[in-house]
C-alpha cells in the first residue's frame, strides 16, 4: 500500500524534506502511522501535538489509510499581529 506524506513547517524540516511515500503491507490507523513516523523520524518526538489531514480533511486517530491517500502533517502554527 503506497501513501503520500505532504510534511509542512517544523515537520518538513525534521525531515528534511516536503514529501514522502510510504510503502507498506499492513493497514494503519493514524494513530499507528504517527507511531511509525516518530520511529523513523525520533526527533518528532518533539513535537507536542500535529494535526493529521487525510485528502485534505482532518481525521481523527482511528481514522484508516488506504491505498493512494494524501497524508498532510500540519504542526502548531505560531503567529504574531500585524
Known amino acids: ?17 516536503s514529501r514522502l511515500e ?3 503491507n499492513q493497514p494503519l490507523d493514524v494513530t499507528s502511522f ?3 513516523l516518530k520511529d523513523k523520524y525520533p526527533k518528532m518526538n518533539h ?6 489531514a487525510i485528502n485534505q480533511e482532518f481525521a481523527d486517530d482511528h481514522q484508516i489509510l488506504k491505498e493512494g491517500d494524501e497524508v498532510a502533517l500540519i504542526p502548531p502554527v505560531s503567529g504574531g499581529s500585524c
Open 1 to 17: 500500500m503506497k501513501i503520500q506524506i505532504l510534511l509542512f513547517g517544523i515537520a518538513r524540516d525534521i525531515v528534511g524534506k
Open 22 to 24: 510510504l510503502d507498506t
Open 34 to 36: 504517527k507511531k511509525l
Open 47 to 52: 513535537l507536542s501535538y500535529f494535526k493529521v
